[in-house]
């Protein structure tokens, strides 16, 4: 725990923050009532890291744990959730977390700006220290103009303070627009920011993590070459590498792994998480909110590298046997053994975890276990892991994906390729002509489940219409009669053009109706 330890001050700091506090009352969040004034606040130098420190919590880790269930990858079983709906293709604009996450997001810019706006009024301030506050404050808006041009669309791009009054007035900027802003923002960010730092500020965003994000905006834009290019330089960075253990990454065990790019930094008693609760068995107290589905699971390849529809290896009698590892690190089937314990969550199981056994127990008779450490069983709400953001696998499958689609491929993007596959145990590519895009994409789908890219990809693709529509499953039993028998889970709908992008959330169309709704809402 020494680790944890020298970052306890970031992560203290987060947790106890009063600098610049939020309101979520007012459109876009724009100038809480006991918002401190500016007669007594941008004075010190102190003022400038307590406003940066103050943008750092509304960077969540815990949504990427939850963007999965709106893909097919796995489900929100319980039907009170909002995640429910969204991933069943029923949700509409009084969605809390579309809401919640829209807020937050210009929450964050708005603290941005607030900092880009006032720091030059500092008088005494180490230089150097302002320009590396004023990177962070960029990269902080960029991060949240991302995410929030790839769920909602065209949306506000705000770039300095404005009040209520002008706010209910402002227009959604097409969202090549505002991606143009976050690669630009990314651009001044990252030469001010450093490689690395010291103990006491472990946790800020770093050259790398401007980079790495640059990169996945241009991913998502399919803008291939800045894409590359990006990815290129965080590679050429030398400070990143593939942690040895993949199951371990996303354990105490892999915390100040040099694979992690960027992550939003935990501590036990001071700001923690409930990733073991939330997602963990029933057998051990857990909630199974977010649940894998069968897709994912035919998703991983045969140790031969190859599908489970072409493999020799692949025995439906012993559906789990010789499978891609990364599955074994990201989730539990009937048999695997997790916490010293066998999982059994067939029908005629005498344990908790038998599938709908009860509300918390899985519906789907799978579990997701990234972040779920056994060394929080005692205090599964208490858990400190770090939640990853990026990391240096994502970078190299950008790297990837970027150069293919440029006709690119050479002996350095089959070698990130094949890094990430030698990581994970799997056999090598020799080829370009091996190196095909559903490879490539299969490659992202089982490298990140369970960390919420799949939304991402399969909005970009343009394939939700064709994975996401209809009857999906959980695991195959065999009944009394020997017969083979499917476990129903989610019968989902998706509507095109509507269910690729989320609604704009009903209040702010009630103080702006100028924002306009997004198509089918």
């Known amino acids: 725990m020494k680790g944890k330890q020298r970052r306890s001050a970031l992560a203290l700091s987060f947790a106890l923050l009063v600098a610049l506090p939020g309101c979520d009352d007012g459109f876009l969040d724009t100038v809480p009532p006991d918002q401190l004034s500016d007669a007594v606040f941008w004075k010190q130098e102190k003022d400038a890291v307590l406003a940066v420190n103050a943008i750092y919590p509304l960077l969540s880790g815990w949504d990427y744990l939850y963007f999965d269930a709106a893909t097919d990858n796995a489900w929100a079983q319980k039907s009170f959730s909002d995640w429910y709906h969204i991933g069943n293709g029923t949700a509409d604009a009084s969605n809390g977390t579309v809401a919640n996450i829209w807020y937050n997001a210009y929450r964050a810019i708005r603290r941005a700006n607030e900092v880009l706006a006032n720091i030059d009024k500092i008088e005494k301030i180490n230089p150097d220290l302002k320009e590396r506050l004023r990177a962070e404050a960029l990269f902080h808006r960029a991060y949240h103009y991302t995410m929030l041009a790839n769920l909602y669309g065209d949306v506000p791009l705000i770039l300095q303070p404005i009040s209520i009054a002008d706010a209910v007035k402002v227009t959604r900027t097409p969202r090549a627009q505002v991606i143009n802003q976050v690669l630009k923002d990314l651009d001044q960010a990252a030469p001010a920011l450093p490689t690395a730092y010291g103990s006491a500020d472990l946790g800020r965003a770093t050259r790398g993590a401007a980079l790495a994000l640059k990169a996945r905006a241009a991913l998502w834009e399919s803008r291939w070459d800045v894409a590359a290019e990006a990815a290129k330089a965080v590679m050429d960075l030398g400070v ?10 996303f354990r105490y065990a892999g915390e100040d792994s040099p694979e992690i790019i960027y992550a939003d930094r935990r501590l036990k008693g001071q700001r923690s998480h409930s990733a073991f609760s939330t997602f963990g068995p029933r057998s051990l107290q857990g909630g199974s909110d977010v649940v894998p589905l069968r897709s994912l699971v035919d998703a991983y390849y045969m140790m031969d590298g190859l599908p489970i529809t072409e493999s020799p290896l692949y025995d439906p009698a012993n559906p789990y046997a010789n499978r891609d590892p990364r599955m074994y690190g990201t989730l539990l089937y009937p048999g695997a053994v997790f916490a010293g314990q066998v999982y059994n969550s067939l029908p005629d199981s005498p344990t908790p975890d038998r599938v709908g056994n009860d509300f918390n127990a899985t519906q789907t008779g799978y579990q997701f276990i990234k972040y779920v450490d056994p060394a929080d069983r005692n205090e599964p709400n208490n858990s400190g892991i770090d939640l990853i953001v990026m990391r240096y696998a994502e970078v190299l499958l950008t790297y990837v994906e970027a150069k293919l689609e440029l006709n690119q491929v050479d002996a350095s993007v089959l070698e990130a390729f094949n ?28 490298e990140f489940a369970g960390e919420g890219l799949r939304l991402f990809d399969i909005r970009r693709w343009r394939i939700a219409e064709q994975v996401m529509p209809g009857q999906s499953y959980g695991i195959d039993y065999v009944d009394e009669d020997g017969n083979v028998q499917k476990i129903p889970a989610a019968n989902r ?22 924002l306009g709704q997004n198509p089918g809402y």
Not at 501 to 513: A, F, M, Q, V
């Open 240 to 249: 990143y590498s593939l942690h040895p253990n993949y199951a371990d990454l």
């Open 419 to 446: 890094a990430v596959r030698r990581r994970a145990g799997m056999p090598e590519v020799a080829t370009a002509a091996e190196l095909t895009r559903d490879l490539v994409r299969n490659e992202r789908r089982v």
């Open 493 to 514: 709908r998706f509507t095109v053009p509507r269910d690729y992008l989320w609604p704009i959330p009903l209040k702010e169309l009630d103080l702006n109706p100028g």
